[in-house]
């Protein structure tokens, strides 16, 4: 099959991109990496009036450090995400969930901004932004706004965005690093394939071993990948033992509700969910530093 | 404040290259239809295979998925410019044989050549993270992945390796003969030719899966097209409007008349410019359905849907033998299991594809084909015309595993073009190839098998309904055929096996590597675990004490010569006892992962069960000295075209690297037969030995030389000598025959068989192939995922012609049967793309170890037995007995996914 017949603009600034929108609403598309608008033009499972191809917006393809956060252009392609050595340095995590999308391929040309507006509840890139509490920059003819990922992510394939509004940066703020440790555990059925489940974590210690900080993300178990806030509190009995990331991860499993999918039954999504979050936990402890202080 | 597009450039392989970029175009589709560049093949447009890989200002990325403005002023390499950038690339795949139907290879190379730009000399993991995205459904990937790691230290190109002396071409580890195309993208498959003027067809298809339908105002629909577009519909067929592969069981339409018992079946084909066609909207087309009820698994019962097959039993095969239930009755050991399989998809990266045009009063068809002569006349049925107006030439064919033995597209392109009178091609989109082709039968089988003390098999039932769809396609020859294989290579006194093929309204169910012996297979190793646990019995050794020795009757009562499965067997005893060895150790350690062995054995018939299957092979020297095989067994990328001239050339004694092959078209060679059953290097290779000892018999009456002469072909002279003298035969002195030979010879052979009785007792096949796999795999009883470590294949061959291909085959059928075991369930309407339908990729895959068995068969040419559906049957069953091995856990629904795996080691302790 092949994609309807649709009018095509190559805007060359984000002005001109906006202000196609603004002419155009909801009969415009937006195309950037095309990794998964591509498809589903190809099985007209879309069917725009046009299609507004931001790949020339070189202004938007970006990763700039400043004291306090990082803020990634939105057309920034998966293999910039996972190379990047600001990226590798201050979010490890991000990095590493970038790598693990997709295949070589797809991650030449995947972005940012096109994952987290196609809002897969299994992709990895929103997870990472909601677990790292990221934002998500705005523009429209009107201006700009800007809002947090877990409030941007509405539903399945549906995110708080008008249609006169494209995305233009994430801005992810930069985490201490000091005695700080990641995790992230991702189950597909095959290598390269979206992940069923996916948990994230980051967290940091005090110098005795103490845990300072801690956020936890999960994704695939329902319709948009969440934080686990309540249980997120480092709690005062002191350096984590043996038990704390089974406990934990057995607590975030009783908090989520999947549902029966076609050869995936709730009970073992929530298993998976449980036993993830549990690596992840283990993982970013022991490079947060010694277990006990 | 937009950059006009109208005209781009790129630069591609090199030339700077202007294209017209219209709106919503892909570069795979300029690349292809405007440039011509067909390397760059097309599997889903999803971004899920990886076919279409170009590289885009050096970066790897799939072709379907980039829109072609974007290439404006890019560079862009496809395979047709990877001659200049990596000349050992190519080479290498040739010499590993890492291309077999040759469809991923452009993919494949393409993937390879961004990683060795930046890195010469990649490590395995490097290999198969740059060339992760792109599917194989043919190699099992390890040639692959060799093919790159080596290329560097490939020699020069142009350095051509001196083929094997006369005499020496079986045995040797030739590289296909056929490869060169495969490598440089100039393989011509069925999407690839585009004749002048060509239209577009495209189906109307059922989305449901039984149902009445009536259509509309079908004019009125196709007037909104900017040029006039045809609408053919089942009242337009002018012939018979059914088609099958079996003569007595001809059931489906070629398109609907006004009821549809699958989803995915055509009721109506619209046949215009591409662009015509790409203006209409195909979702609105002017059709009502009225959805009936449908079943389709053999859940639950369903009314009758076909006339004469009451309760919807299309067919059963039996073969009993002795008192299978007063032998279990006095077993010392009893076990009996019941194993429910999946639909399986071929998934062979092509979807169907092929174009057909008239010449003079003749339809030719060129398309992905099987089986050509088969195509030829259920085509010409259809259409009304007698076979001798339709000749079919076989596109290339990027893989067929038995899906492309039916007819598919053939009928509708020839619709098409005798109506309008217009070449005319259709290309299936991956979901239509998906929804509309033959799958393997999903099936329900009940087994017991009871035993001595000493652990001798006394008897075996089995039962098993095999869910064949809406239509017959090969149903009756998987319910023949599992009775018979059911018992495994092994001795069975007292044997009754009964087989089903019944209707749903699930998808056609036909051939797929095995014919339902994979299946059964799973039934009768799974018990044969059982037996040698409860009688106290090492696995293997309670296999060894089984299994069939020359003498042994079957259970169709048939004296098989030259049975190689225990020296099968054997040959895996000492990985066994090393694997056991090391699995305890690793168990020790008590942790979440646990490691596991497990065998299982195979043995399957080459050719028809019981019935004719005659191939005939012409070989002929033309005046100036050219050797020519007219080779009609379809290569599919198994390797037809090299075996079976390595088997000519030695009969007749002359180097195989001078054969020139000429492929199956009906209108130039001699009837092959099917490529199925494992058929063609036994039947076509036996047809072409005797061909090539003919030629060689008529060569040394003419010099008047003795059987030990040597020939040599040099230029128009064929010289005979022996130690003694030496004689000239002057090719252009002698008088040129009706197909342009001054010398040649033509041969057919037809394996000697026996029909079944009504007990299945026979001599069903002339030759049997065995085979015997070892899995070794890790089982994380966490979240009850499999990873197979390494596989170790002992395959009886009788004789190894080539043993490259045939490791081919062997890595290629492993892949498979992991799939089947831990992965691949097809749902008809929910899995009809490779991303819910999962195929084995690079990481999936074992290390392969390959054993050949060489115990001669008398019937065989030179002792040659058959390989290609064998290599697959022992695989899923030896994983399945590893997990249960590693875990406690039995398995009795495949796929064996990860909850399934979970719940069963939970089941088990
Ligand atoms: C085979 C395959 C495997 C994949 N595997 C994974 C995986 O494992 N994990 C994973 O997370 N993803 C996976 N993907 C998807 C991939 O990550 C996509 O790149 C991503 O989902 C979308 O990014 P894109 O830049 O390609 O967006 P596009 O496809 O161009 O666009 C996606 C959507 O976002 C909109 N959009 C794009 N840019 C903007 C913007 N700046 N502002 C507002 N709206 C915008 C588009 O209009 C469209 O609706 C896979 C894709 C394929 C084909
Ligand atoms: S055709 Fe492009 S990935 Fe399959
Ligand atoms: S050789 Fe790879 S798909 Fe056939």
Redesign the pocket.
């Known amino acids: 099959m092949k994609p309807v017949a649709f009018d095509y603009q190559r805007p060359a600034s984000v002005e001109d991109a906006v202000a196609l929108l603004q002419a155009h609403g909801r009969s415009a598309k937006l195309l950037s990496g095309g990794q998964s608008l591509g498809p589903m033009l190809n099985m007209r499972l879309v069917r725009p009036e046009v299609v507004i191809d931001l790949n020339d917006l070189l202004e938007l393809d970006y990763v700039r450090e400043a004291a306090d956060v990082i803020e990634i252009g939105a057309l920034t392609r998966h293999h910039r995400l996972a190379t990047a050595p600001e990226i590798l340095r201050a979010l490890p995590l991000l990095a590493y969930a970038a790598a693990t999308i997709g295949h070589f391929a797809i991650r030449q040309r995947g972005t940012i901004g096109g994952s987290l507006v196609h809002a897969d509840p299994a992709a990895q890139l929103p997870l990472v932004a909601v677990t790292l509490a990221a934002e998500i920059v705005l523009r429209s003819a009107a201006g700009t706004r800007s809002i947090p990922a877990a409030d941007f992510l509405q539903n399945v394939m549906t995110v708080d965005l008008n249609e006169d509004e494209m995305v233009v940066a994430i801005r992810f703020p930069k985490p201490s690093a000091a005695k700080a440790g990641w995790g992230m555990r991702l189950f597909s059925r095959r290598r390269g394939d979206f992940a069923i489940v996916s948990a994230a974590v980051w967290l940091r210690r005090n110098p005795d071993g103490r845990l300072a900080d801690m956020r936890l993300g999960l994704g695939g178990v329902a319709p948009v990948p969440f934080r686990l806030h309540d249980l997120e509190d480092p709690d005062d009995e002191g350096a984590p033992g043996e038990s704390w990331a089974s406990d934990l991860a057995g607590q975030a499993a009783q908090r989520v509700e999947p549902e029966d999918a076609p050869g995936l039954p709730a009970v073992y999504r929530r298993e998976l969910a449980c036993n993830l979050l549990r690596g992840a936990l283990t993982d970013a402890l022991s490079l947060a530093g010694e277990r006990h202080g | 404040m937009n950059r006009p597009f109208g005209k781009c450039q790129m630069r591609v392989n090199g030339a700077e290259t202007p294209f017209a970029a219209a709106p919503g175009r892909r570069l795979s589709e300029v690349l292809r239809e405007d440039l011509g560049l067909t390397g760059t093949k097309v599997g889903c447009d999803a971004g899920d295979c990886g076919a279409c890989t170009v590289l885009l200002d050096g970066a790897a990325v799939c072709a379907c998925l980039t829109p072609s403005v974007r290439a404006d002023g890019a560079e862009v390499v496809t395979v047709e410019g990877l001659g200049a950038l990596v000349p050992r690339l190519q080479r290498s795949f040739l010499r590993h044989g890492?291309?077999?139907?040759?469809?991923?290879?452009p993919g494949?190379l393409v993937a390879a050549a961004g990683l060795l730009r930046g890195t010469p000399a990649p490590d395995r993991a490097e290999v198969e993270e740059a060339l992760g995205g792109v599917?194989?459904?043919?190699?099992g990937y390890a040639k692959?992945v060799d093919a790159v790691c080596d290329s560097a230290f490939e020699a020069d190109p142009g350095e051509a390796s001196p083929g094997p002396a006369a005499g020496a071409a079986v045995g040797a580890r030739l590289e296909r003969l056929d490869g060169g195309p495969?490598v440089t993208g100039a393989e011509m498959y069925g999407a690839d030719h585009l004749p002048e003027g060509a239209l577009e067809v495209r189906a109307i298809r059922s989305p449901h899966h039984a149902a009445r339908f009536a259509l509309g105002d079908v004019a009125a629909w196709a007037a909104a097209a900017p040029a006039p577009v045809h609408v053919f519909t089942a009242a337009d067929i002018p012939g018979e409007n059914l088609f099958g592969t079996i003569p007595v069981f001809v059931d489906q339409p070629a398109l609907a008349e006004a009821h549809v018992r699958q989803r995915g079946e055509a009721v109506a084909i619209v046949v215009g410019e591409t662009a015509a066609l790409d203006a209409l909207d195909f979702a609105a087309f002017p059709v009502t359905w009225q959805p009936e009820e449908a079943v389709t698994d053999l859940s639950a019962p369903l009314p009758d849907l076909h006339a004469g097959r009451p309760g919807n039993e299309l067919i059963r095969g039996v073969v009993r033998c002795g008192d299978a239930i007063m032998a279990l009755a006095g077993a010392a050991h009893v076990a009996e299991v019941t194993v429910d399989t999946a639909y399986v998809e071929h998934a062979?990266?092509?979807p169907e594809a092929g174009t057909a045009w008239i010449d003079g009063d003749t339809l030719v068809i060129r398309a992905c084909t099987q089986a050509p002569v088969m195509d030829r006349d259920e085509t010409a049925k259809v259409l009304g015309l007698p076979a001798e107006r339709v000749r079919v030439i076989p596109a290339a064919t990027?893989?067929g595993f038995g899906a492309k033995l039916d007819l598919s597209l053939q009928p509708l392109i020839g619709l098409a073009a005798l109506k309008t009178g217009r070449p005319c091609r259709m290309v299936y989109s991956r979901a239509e190839s998906m929804a509309s082709t033959t799958k393997r039968h999903p099936a329900r089988m009940t087994g017991r098998i009871g035993c001595d003390t000493a652990g001798r098999v006394t008897g075996m039932t089995f039962d098993g309904d095999f869910n064949t769809g809406a239509y017959a396609s090969w149903g009756p020859t998987v319910a023949v055929r599992v009775p018979v294989h059911a018992s495994g290579p092994y001795r069975m006194e007292h044997y009754h096996a009964v087989a089903r093929a019944m209707h749903t309204n699930g998808p056609a169910a036909g051939a797929f590597r095995g014919f339902g012996v994979p299946q059964a297979a799973l039934v009768q190793e799974t018990l044969f675990d059982d037996l040698a646990r409860a009688a106290g019995i090492d696995r293997l050794e309670f296999r060894l004490r089984n299994a069939l020795v020359d003498g042994d009757r079957t259970v169709c009562g048939q004296r098989p010569g030259g049975i190689g499965i225990r020296d099968c067997l054997v040959a895996l005893s000492v990985a066994w006892n090393r694997a056991l060895a090391e699995a305890a150790a690793f168990n020790e350690a008590q942790g979440v992962v646990r490691r596991g062995v497990g065998v299982a054995s195979c043995w399957y018939g080459c050719g028809n069960t019981g019935l004719p299957n005659p191939s005939t092979v012409r070989v002929g020297i033309t005046a100036a000295g050219r050797l020519v095989l007219h080779q009609g067994a379809m290569d599919i990328?198994q390797g037809a075209n090299t075996v079976v001239a390595q088997l000519c050339a030695d009969a007749l004694g002359l180097p195989v690297g001078q054969v020139s092959l000429v492929d199956g078209d009906t209108a130039k060679t001699p009837d092959c037969g099917k490529t199925s059953a494992s058929r063609q290097t036994y039947v076509t290779g036996k047809a072409a030995m005797l061909a090539g000892r003919a030629l060689r018999g008529t060569i040394l009456a003419m010099s008047n030389m003795g059987e030990d002469a040597a020939l040599s072909l040099e230029g128009d002279v064929l010289r005979v000598h022996d130690g003694r003298g030496s004689r000239d035969i002057r090719l252009a002195d002698l008088p040129v025959d009706a197909h342009g030979y001054v010398l040649a010879a033509e041969e057919t052979y037809d394996p000697p068989t026996v029909g079944l009785d009504a007990d299945g007792q026979g001599e069903p096949y002339a030759v049997y192939g065995y085979g015997a796999q070892m899995a070794e795999v890790e089982v994380d009883t966490a979240l009850g995922t499999v990873k197979v470590r390494r596989m170790t294949a002992a395959h009886d061959l009788g004789r190894v012609v080539n043993p490259l291909l045939a490791e081919g085959q062997v890595e290629?059928g492993i892949a498979q049967g992991l799939g089947m075991a831990l992965m691949e369930e097809y749902v008809p309407g929910r899995t009809e793309n490779l991303h819910d339908y999962l195929i084995p990729t690079f990481g999936d895959m074992p290390e392969i170890r390959s054993i050949f068995v060489e115990k001669p068969d008398p019937e065989g040419p030179m002792g040659v037995k058959g390989l290609g559906e064998h290599v697959l049957i022992p695989t899923a069953p030896a994983i399945l007995n590893a997990i249960r091995h590693a875990t406690g856990a039995r398995i009795t629904r495949l796929p064996a996914l990860p909850h399934r795996v979970l719940a069963a080691i939970r089941a088990a302790r």
Do not use: D, F
């Open positions: 890492a291309a077999q139907c040759g469809i991923c290879t494949m599917l194989c459904r043919c190699t692959i495969k062979y990266i092509e990027g893989g990328g290629g």
